[in-house]
């Protein structure tokens, strides 16, 4: 038996690994469906990471004519995640929502 690598990227290579035969998986099942989070955490922690992402960009306020609007934003989003900007498909697609609002918090 062979010890752990000591090498820091060695952990993240094995995750995008996992990630990658998770969706050669996805892409080679005879008819596409729902999976459940917890059959590929990898998976489901990369989506929660891009939904993230996009919650952080949501702006607290919104100018329009002049005028200040205030924004809150519950999101509800299917994703497309590439490996690589050049490929031609994704390497998988799914859906992910939020149950928070983002932005203006009301009353604040």
């Given at each position: 038996?062979?010890?752990?690598?000591?090498?820091?990227?060695?952990?993240?290579?094995?995750?995008?690994?996992?990630?990658r035969e998770a969706?050669?998986?996805?892409?080679?099942?005879?008819?596409?469906?729902?999976?459940?989070?917890?059959?590929?955490?990898?998976?489901a922690a990369l989506?929660?990471?891009?939904?993230?992402?996009?919650?952080?960009?949501?702006?607290?306020?919104?100018?329009?004519?002049?005028?200040?609007?205030?924004?809150?934003?519950?999101?509800?989003?299917?994703?497309?995640?590439?490996?690589?900007?050049?490929?031609?498909?994704p390497l998988f697609?799914?859906?992910?929502?939020?149950?928070?609002?983002?932005?203006?918090?009301?009353?604040?």
């Amino acid at each position: 038996m062979s010890k752990p690598s000591m090498r820091p990227g060695r952990k993240a290579r094995n995750i995008h690994e996992r990630i990658r035969e998770a969706a050669e998986g996805f892409r080679l099942a005879p008819v596409p469906g729902v999976t459940d989070a917890d059959t590929y955490p990898e998976v489901a922690a990369l989506m929660t990471a891009c939904r993230q992402a996009i919650e952080a960009s949501i702006p607290k306020r919104v100018v329009f004519e002049g005028r200040t609007y205030w924004l809150s934003a519950a999101l509800n989003l299917i994703l497309d995640v590439y490996a690589a900007p050049g490929d031609a498909r994704p390497l998988f697609s799914g859906a992910t929502f939020s149950n928070e609002d983002h932005g203006h918090r009301p009353g604040h």
